[in-house]
């Protein structure tokens, strides 16, 4: 089992900047992706970013230049770095991580964050 512990997630204004963390406990072994998902308005749970073992990172459309994830392996810890934020990014952003190419998936609780006009 894995437990996923989001934070970092606020209030900002439009522009701002939020850097969000994924705290991985327990078995991480055999872990082959990691990803950041955002559920909005439409409560469809989409994904934002994705860093595979590579390091190679994918990035959503709408965030491609604004975003950046990483990861810290010492520390097990997931982060998305945010910067030019806009209202349409508000919502919950989740954590994820597949285990043995998605055959395992694990999700942490959510963090919101809310861009104001």
């Known amino acids: 089992q894995v437990q996923l512990v989001e934070s970092g997630g606020g209030l900002v204004q439009t522009g701002g900047s939020l850097r969000l963390s994924c705290a991985a406990s327990?078995?991480?072994?055999?872990?082959?992706?990691m990803s950041w998902y955002r559920q909005g308005k439409t409560h469809v749970r989409d994904s934002v970013a994705r860093?595979?073992?590579?390091?190679?990172?994918v990035y959503a459309d709408s965030v491609k230049g604004r975003f950046t994830i990483s990861r810290d392996n010492d520390k097990n810890t997931l982060y998305l770095e945010m910067n030019s934020l806009k209202p349409e990014d508000t919502g919950v952003y989740y954590c994820?991580?597949?285990?043995?190419?998605?055959?395992?998936?694990?999700w942490g609780q959510g963090t919101q964050v809310t861009v104001s006009s």
């Open positions: 994820n991580f597949e285990r043995n190419g998605g055959m395992t998936s694990y």
């Open positions: 327990g078995s991480i072994s055999g872990i082959t992706a």
């Open positions: 860093i595979g073992r590579a390091d190679r990172a």
